[in-house]
């Protein structure tokens, strides 16, 4: 057997430099240190990575393929600023394809399945108690990761991840909003519940109910609650 066609090629074993890249700016846009709007310095950004201007330009055209950057003819690259427009046509979508997967994973969820699920509501029980937002987001990503799992659906999940790549650029947001940790809280209350109780139709219509009502709290945080 020829050995150069086993050997295992090196420049396969980790993902390609500007995949990391894009990874890193991907996180600081989630986090917003860079901030929606932002003008991306590409030299600059390229100079503390310690790489070429060509891996980060490559990782700025991923990120602009899923949508968190915009590329800019002769004036750059700057991060997506969604517009009150784009969240009231994004946010009805996801309530749709959330609510379709709480529905199914009421149906399928086994006895270890809900117990998984509860204990991952109890971290969100803790963090909304303790008032820490940062905790209580990480933990609500869990759990509507975790229903995405129980419903099975590779295709809706697909859907479900496309679309949230876009809605993390505000969603932190809402919690921000005077009462809104506590009603969330609620929310995800009533949705295991449904869950627990093999209740699809009750499930996912209270999913959506939790979307729509992520995006009332932005409309009531942008006009000063």
Not at 42 to 49: I, K, T, V
Not at 128 to 134: C, E, M, N, P, R
Not at 146 to 158: D, E, F
């Amino acid at each position: 057997m020829n050995a150069r066609a086993t050997a295992a090629d090196p420049g396969l074993s980790s993902p390609a430099l500007y995949e990391q890249v894009a990874e890193r700016l991907r996180s600081r846009i989630y986090a917003h240190e860079l901030a929606p709007g932002a003008w991306i310095d590409e030299q600059a950004l390229a100079l503390a990575y310690g790489i070429s201007r060509t891996p980060m330009r490559e990782a700025l055209k991923v990120l602009a393929a899923e949508g968190l950057v915009q590329l800019k003819p002769r004036r750059g690259c700057y991060v997506t600023e969604l517009s009150e427009q784009d969240l009231d046509e994004i946010f009805p979508v996801m309530a749709l394809l959330e609510g379709r997967s709480a529905f199914e994973a009421a149906e399928k969820a086994s006895a270890a399945d809900l117990a998984d699920l509860s204990a991952i509501h109890e971290r969100l029980e803790k963090h909304a108690a303790a008032g820490d937002t940062d905790l209580f987001f990480e933990a609500n990503q869990a759990f509507h990761s975790a229903v995405r799992q129980l419903a099975g659906n590779r295709w809706l999940s697909q859907l479900i991840d496309d679309t949230r790549k876009m809605l993390k650029l505000t969603r932190r947001d809402s919690l921000r909003l005077e009462g809104r940790l506590k009603q969330s809280l609620a929310e995800h209350r009533a949705i295991l519940k449904a869950i627990q109780k093999h209740d699809g139709n009750d499930a996912g219509r209270l999913m959506q109910s939790h979307l729509l009502s992520g995006r009332a709290a932005l409309t009531k945080l942008k006009s000063g609650g």
